[in-house]
């Protein structure tokens, strides 16, 4: 199978996941990268941080989202996400009045 440039970074991501993951480390990601990957049917399923209420006891190492697709004042900044094997509670989706 001949995949593309865009496929091909994606696919050594998902390398390089997979052997940090078993390794006990995270890895920062791009969201251009996951969405690729989203595109060829692989969902990591990463989930922000401002979603999560509470973590499980030793899997509270959060994976670096690196923000390249934005307005200057944000590009460059890192948000914290985390996989669903990782949360115990989410927050509930309740709007407050």
Not at 18 to 35: C, M, N, Q, R, S
Not at 41 to 50: A, M, N, R, V, W
Not at 66 to 86: D, H, M, V
Request: positive net charge; charged residues 35%.
């Amino acid at each position: 199978m001949k995949l593309n440039q865009k496929e091909q970074e994606a696919a050594e991501f998902l390398k390089q996941f997979a052997d940090h993951l078993l390794e006990g480390k995270t890895l920062e990601y791009k969201k251009p990268i996951v969405d690729q990957l989203r595109k060829m049917g692989i969902d990591l399923q990463f989930i922000s941080h401002k979603k999560v209420k509470s973590l499980r006891k030793g899997k509270d190492d959060h994976y670096p989202w690196l923000i390249t697709n934005a307005p200057w004042y944000i590009r460059g900044c890192e948000s914290k996400t985390y996989l669903p094997f990782q949360i115990r509670e989410m927050k509930s989706d309740k709007v407050r009045k």
